[in-house]
């Protein structure tokens, strides 16, 4: 009996310890129309290490991998590292791994091309991380809504070009 109030007394301080680190979860959700069919802008677009055409302002990198879900980039010389965690012909998700020492916001990124019609499309965009660390919530929302609108609009200027 004792052993099961001791394992009672631990699981209820484990649940006390977790709702101390609150977390507060958001999502930005962006989107932008392509006059160019979904398949055309994925292939313009859609490559793991395309960010460096549309986000010119990194470098990407494949250290591990082979373009299929485990692969690994890394950007801003090797500042940033990103693993593909999910991959359809027109998407993909990743997410960053735990950095020893650093808070873990479980940041998480998709990209998608949509077809619309079958010569228009759009392009969705969608981060999901831990923003409990951040001071104000809002503006770092609008920091990374502005930097990653910026990078839809490049890509949309890229696949309309073609």
């Known amino acids: 009996m004792s052993r099961t109030l001791s394992v009672l007394a631990a699981l209820s301080a484990l649940a006390l310890t977790s709702s101390a680190l609150a977390q507060d979860?958001?999502?930005?959700?962006?989107?932008i129309d392509v006059a160019a069919s979904a398949e055309d802008v994925w292939g313009i677009?859609?490559?793991y290490c395309d960010i460096?055409?549309?986000?010119?302002?990194?470098?990407?990198?494949?250290?591990?991998?082979?373009g299929e879900m485990?692969?690994?980039?890394?950007?801003?010389?090797?500042?940033?590292?990103e693993i593909l965690?999910?991959?359809t012909d027109l998407s993909y998700a990743y997410t960053q791994p735990v950095?020893?020492?650093q808070f873990y916001?479980?940041?998480?990124?998709?990209l998608e091309a949509r077809a619309v019609t079958d010569s228009s499309s759009k392009l969705l965009y969608t981060l999901v991380y831990?923003?409990?660390n951040t001071e104000d919530i809002e503006a770092d929302m609008a920091r990374r809504r502005g930097m990653f609108e910026g990078a839809l609009a490049s890509m949309k200027e890229l696949a309309e070009a073609d």
């Open 25 to 31: 979860y958001v999502r930005v959700e962006m989107e």
């Open 45 to 47: 677009v859609g490559g």
């Open 52 to 66: 460096a055409v549309w986000f010119p302002q990194l470098d990407c990198e494949i250290t591990s991998g082979d």
């Open 70 to 81: 485990g692969t690994v980039r890394v950007l801003l010389g090797g500042a940033i590292t």
């Open 85 to 87: 965690v999910s991959k």
């Open 99 to 101: 950095v020893e020492g």
């Open 105 to 110: 916001d479980l940041y998480h990124g998709q």
């Open 130 to 132: 831990d923003a409990s």
